[in-house]
């Protein structure tokens, strides 16, 4: 069995992951095997929006076409409805992650308990009351913006990081995981200035990363969804991870679990028996 980009518990959309059931061999993802998601995300997202209205300031969200964005714009209006923001502008640029939220709102069916209730309100809550939908990234001027890519990797967003990464009243908020070698790591790490569209651009702009939006489960997510296993598998391999959160991963599971687990590595052959 395959674990696959293992979801979240209790999160809005989407419902929990499925039980696993049985697998005498389980290859199983890392990406946060070292370390829990923040539970206060929500908050702080509440927060800063509220700073950027009050400083007529600007929110760039570099964000997963699918997934990611659907969860952003639920959790804006959530609040907006809750009286925790005021409804404020909310530009979504990108084609691929308005086409998804279409997908979302007509399939029902796969929506979580809290996402039928607030749906029960409206037509499709995954809208802000103020989204703002772009057909060019030039549309995009003030409040939030939302766009792809979730890395900084490619996409519109490059467009609007270039033009606002320069400004000290320009907030970039990461709300997923930012890989090795991206840009996105780069202005999580500190980056000074970044290469955008062929041009080095200074970084002034505020950067914050807000990991408890991520899509993939954290340790303690994993190892409840590993407790839905009828029965140990034979061997559990760990991939899909850096090195420090699968070899962290690997021995939580052995320390709890006492089950037998191994980090895979690098064109590693197994026989299967």
């Known amino acids: 069995m395959d674990s696959g980009d293992l979801g979240r518990y209790d999160r809005p959309i989407l419902k929990n992951p499925d039980p696993a ?27 800063l929006i509220k700073e950027t209205v009050a400083q007529g300031s600007c929110l760039i969200i570099p964000a997963f076409a699918i997934g990611r964005t659907q969860d952003l714009i639920y959790t804006i209006r959530k609040m907006e409805d809750d009286g925790e923001i005021p409804a404020i502008p909310v530009h979504v640029d990108s084609p691929m992650g308005l086409e998804a939220t279409e997908i979302y709102c007509r399939h029902t069916e796969e929506h979580d308990f809290e996402m039928q209730q607030l749906r029960s309100k409206d037509n499709c809550p995954i809208s802000s009351h103020k989204m703002v939908v772009h057909k ?6 003030s409040m939030v913006i939302i766009s792809a890519s979730g890395m900084a990797t490619g996409g519109r967003v490059l467009h609007h990081l270039k033009h606002r990464l320069p400004n000290l009243d320009t907030t970039v908020l990461f709300a997923g995981y930012q890989a090795e070698g991206t840009r996105g790591r780069s202005l999580q790490d500190g980056a000074k200035e970044i290469k955008l569209l062929g041009e080095l651009v200074p970084v002034r702009a505020k950067i914050k990363v807000f990991d408890g939006f991520s899509a993939h489960a954290d340790q303690g997510e994993i190892l409840r969804w590993l407790g839905t296993f009828k029965k140990a598998p034979q061997m559990t391999y760990i991939v899909h991870g850096e090195p420090p959160a699968a070899a962290a991963l690997a021995d939580v599971i052995r320390a709890q679990l006492k089950w037998k687990v191994e980090v895979a590595r690098h064109q590693q052959k197994v026989a299967l028996t």
């Open 21 to 47: 059931g049985s697998a005498d061999w389980l290859l199983l993802e890392s990406t946060y095997g070292d370390r829990l998601h923040e539970k206060n995300s929500e908050i702080e997202l509440r927060d």
């Open 136 to 141: 060019t990234p030039e549309q995009s001027k």
